[in-house]
């Protein structure tokens, strides 16, 4: 029994550390094309230290030659694209950083648990997805409808595509404990409000996101998840 949980919990390790090495891996080089800088030997200032929890996936067991074959670039350009990345996100050296860059001590029993119901029945990973956990794209989880109708367009209003109404960018969450009040009103106060909103289902209305449904989380489900958003929080790192 002991042996089995220890296997799963192994094997969420892994998937986690290779998701987070993927998503890094291709944000880097999105982020990389038509920058001139990023050829021009500036990783030479980085400061490595800052870096470390970053680019320590890559000792997946993966060997250089994998990682050239798979990146179709150079062990040196894949490190540059790497600090390249590492400039653009607020803050790197969370203890969920630390976690997945392979250090299993970072999170404890319950924040471990918390991830877990994030990317599992939580359904979060579905925009919230990636090393600054939003997939960058607009949806309406139901904040701006009240009394019958959406009291602010949001998105529609740039795009006027109907599917935007309501619809507003997926926010980071890294460092989000800090970052209250919470949704593009300020509506929720708290960590915990965040949570129960997801439990709830959003706020229902017509152009509700498909992701968005009633998940009924347990009270354990709502202070492991809520414990795993604390665990985004990092040094903030500045002159990016
Ligand atoms: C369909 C996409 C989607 C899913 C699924 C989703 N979110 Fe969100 N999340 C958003 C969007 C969009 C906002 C901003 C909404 C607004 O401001 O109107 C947001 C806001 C938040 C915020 C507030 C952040 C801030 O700085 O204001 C938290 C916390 C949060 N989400 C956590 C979660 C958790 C936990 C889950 C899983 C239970 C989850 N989200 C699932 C899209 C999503």
Not at 107 to 117: D, Q
Request: glycine share 10%; aromatic share 8%; with cysteine.
């Amino acid at each position: 029994m002991f042996t089995e949980t220890l296997r799963l919990d192994e094997e969420i390790d892994r998937q986690t550390r290779v998701e987070y090495l993927d998503t890094i891996l291709h944000e880097s080089e999105r982020l990389s094309r038509g920058r001139s800088f990023f050829w021009d030997g500036r990783v030479n200032s980085l400061e490595p230290q800052a870096l470390q929890p970053i680019i320590n996936p890559i000792e997946l067991g993966l060997t250089e030659a994998e990682l050239e074959r798979r990146t179709g670039m150079k062990v040196t350009e894949v490190t540059a694209a790497l600090a390249s990345y590492v400039r653009t996100i607020r803050s790197g050296d969370s203890r969920f950083d630390r976690y997945a860059a392979g250090r299993r001590d970072s999170l404890n029993a319950l924040e471990k648990a918390g991830l877990e119901v994030f990317r599992g029945e939580g359904g979060c990973t579905a925009c919230h997805i990636g090393p600054n956990f939003t997939d960058e794209l607009f949806h309406n989880t139901g904040v701006a409808w009240h009394d019958g109708r959406i009291t602010d367009e949001g998105r529609f209003a740039v795009s006027g595509n109907p599917r935007d109404h309501g619809a507003f960018k997926t926010p980071t969450l890294r460092d989000v404990a800090g970052s209250a009040p919470y949704m593009h009103d300020g509506s929720l106060a708290t960590l915990e409000d965040g949570v129960k909103f997801y439990s709830e289902g959003g706020q229902s209305n017509p152009y509700l996101d498909s992701q968005i449904r009633p998940r009924h989380f347990s009270p354990e489900e709502k202070r492991s998840l809520t414990a795993f958003l604390r665990t985004l929080s990092g040094k903030v790192r500045e002159g990016l």
